[in-house]
């Protein structure tokens, strides 16, 4: 019996092995692209197929064993071949996809290697296409991975540039690959992709940035919990004023990546970036972190840190003591101990916490009702369990402001949630800084929100939750000076953040406060380069297009607002707003002239 990553082959007498150059590949994000828009997905995966993916396997000597939903498994006479095939087919798809958004581009990630097969009629079988697979789960979008096998084969055949990714450990593989990682994403960026060149300047105080940590648990299952606790270190280095943190969200963007801390370094403009692992088996955890200095890429510490998973936050404070320790020792105990926080005691309801987490940052009704589910259990477990509440509140929120849920309907509990959670840990910033936009967003008091949301700044100077949540209520309240410089400020510590498109949002409307058009329709197109379906950004679009006499463009984002919001007017939208109407008048006097009907 030979394992072949998810079945069982049996061994018959005469089945043949061969070495081939193994491809596969498969459509990134695929339910949600077709959950969105099921037949325009399948029509634009087939005319790649048969207009550029089929004739260049063709060209290249390949040949296609079989399909798999949205995955192709292709078979090569050699690694040259299959390579440069894939070079090919990920360039033509970047170049097809240029004028289109990114949450609706089909983009593919590819697993190449040079391996053993096993050979049934036309079907291939064995580790060799084990091995393959994962390297594809390794990839990302407009991506290969290769492993060591394959890049021998074309390293000096191929003139292109290759990322050493160094090894890893997956799923049924006894010995860890060795991963290289070729991208077309530099040669040609998809529409929605920011690529900045300009280094960002170092900020006057002790600068890092945590990367999302390596899952060496062997199961891909266990990739929530390796991702929750680079967040939770994240947020207790946050909590040092004498530091400065990039948010998790920009630091996330490089998750699944071969990075170059270099270049890290000038995109998030930090001095330093922590990296690390972890390795969760049965009861045990082990965390690994590396404190790496951006400049000159050398190694500023290194430790291990084992323990029993009763010892999680005992052995994250150790981490994030050890970082602090290397990179500002002047920092008092007191602050240390002020960092130090056990959320819960119930580590049922801490796992809970982490799997909702992961499913959050996902962003579709399916997976918020999965973490809804999971919260309310979590809270259950422990009701005092303060960020469980406040992310069911987030959940509920952000859902209905989707139109996923009725807001009507959540909004008491929302509200009681953030309220909840507040009490729970006054010290928590993000607590405060969701509760002022609630107070504001769901119950139009201002005065409340901006008085939360000075606390939450005051509390943690590092919280890009805080600085935007705060740019939002000031807006809301009028305050557009103040909301466009905490939004500038919360733009600094999440310089490359892929979800951001809400706070732009907000930085546009604030923008068009003030006057200044110009502005807001960069910022409101950033937005949408980032979500093409974020509704707030093309009212603001198509707002100031309007204000600076701009009217076939303005025509055009309402016409596109409308496709979103078929319902929307100009009085049905002012009530829904959270806006004073001092705060409101120049925005409506926008979408008017934009052509929104009244």
């Not at 045990?284 to 998973?309: C, K, M, N, P, Y």
């Not at 604030?510 to 509704?535: T, V």
Request: charged share 25%; aromatic share 8%; glycine share 8%.
């Amino acid at each position: 019996m030979e394992d072949t990553g998810g079945y069982t082959l049996t061994m018959s007498e005469g089945t043949q092995r061969r070495l081939a150059a193994i491809v596969l590949a498969d459509v990134v994000d695929y339910s949600r692209l077709m959950g969105a828009d099921e037949i325009g997905t399948l029509s634009a995966l087939n005319s790649h197929r048969s207009e550029l993916i089929d004739p260049l396997v063709a060209k290249h000597g390949g040949r296609i064993v079989k399909t798999m939903g949205d995955g192709l498994l292709l078979e090569f006479p050699s690694v040259v071949a299959a390579v440069e095939c894939v070079i090919a087919a990920q360039t033509g798809l970047a170049e097809r996809n240029a004028d289109i958004a990114a949450d609706q581009a089909i983009q593919f990630r590819v697993g190449v290697h040079l391996g053993d097969v096993i050979v049934e009629g036309e079907d291939i079988f064995g580790d060799g296409v084990n091995i393959a697979a994962r390297l594809e789960g390794l990839s990302e979008a407009n991506s290969m991975a290769l492993s060591d096998d394959a890049y021998r084969q074309v390293r000096d055949r191929i003139d292109t540039d290759w990322e050493d990714s160094g090894e890893h450990e997956v799923k049924n593989i006894a010995r860890p690959i060795h991963v290289w990682r070729w991208s077309a994403q530099e040669r040609q960026p998809v529409q929605g992709t920011e690529v900045t060149s300009e280094a960002l300047a170092l900020p006057d105080k002790p600068s890092i940035a945590v990367l999302p940590f390596d899952n060496m648990s062997g199961d891909p299952e266990q990739e929530y919990f390796a991702d929750g606790i680079a967040e939770d270190i994240i947020t207790a280095l946050s909590r040092f004023r004498s530091l400065f943190v990039i948010a998790r969200n920009s630091s996330f963007a490089y998750k699944g990546k071969a990075v170059d801390i270099k270049r890290v370094g000038r995109d998030l403009g930090v001095r330093y970036v922590l990296e690390g692992s972890v390795r969760k088996a049965g009861n045990r955890v082990r965390i690994t972190g590396q404190l790496i200095e951006t400049a000159s890429g050398g190694h500023v510490w290194a430790d291990q840190f084992d323990g029993d998973l009763e010892d999680i936050f005992a052995l994250q404070d150790f981490v994030s003591a050890s970082v602090v320790g290397a990179i500002a020792p002047s920092i008092e105990q007191a602050e240390i101990e002020r960092a130090r926080r056990k959320p819960t005691d119930s580590l049922d309801a801490y796992d809970l916490y982490l799997r909702a987490l992961a499913h959050f940052y996902e962003m579709t009704q399916a997976e918020y009702e999965t973490a809804i589910a999971q919260l309310r259990k979590a809270v259950e477990y422990d009701p005092e369990f303060s960020k469980a509440k406040l992310l069911l509140a987030g959940c509920l929120t952000w859902g209905a402001s989707q139109s996923w849920f009725d807001i009507a309907e959540v909004k008491t509990e929302a509200l009681a949630l953030a309220q909840d959670a507040v009490k729970l840990d006054k010290g928590d910033a993000e607590g405060l800084a969701f509760l002022a936009r609630l107070s504001a967003y769901l119950d139009g008091r201002h005065a409340d929100a901006i008085d939360y949301a000075y606390q939450a700044t005051a509390l943690n100077v590092n919280s890009f939750a805080a600085w935007s949540m705060s740019g939002w209520v000031h807006s809301y309240a009028g305050n557009a000076p103040m909301a466009v410089e905490h939004f500038e400020r919360a733009g600094r510590l999440s310089p490359r953040d892929p979800m951001g498109f809400d706070h732009l949002g907000g930085w546009a409307i604030a923008l068009i406060q003030l006057g200044r058009d110009d502005e807001a329709i960069e910022i409101a197109r950033r937005a949408i380069q980032q979500n093409a379906n974020f509704s707030t950004a093309w009212r603001a679009l198509a707002a100031a297009y309007a204000l600076l006499g701009k009217a076939g463009e303005a025509t055009e984002a309402v016409r596109r607002l409308r496709e979103l919001d078929p319902a929307i007017t100009v009085s049905n939208f002012a009530p829904r707003a959270a806006y004073t109407p001092k705060a409101l008048s120049r925005y409506l006097e926008g979408l008017r002239k934009a052509g929104l009907p009244e």
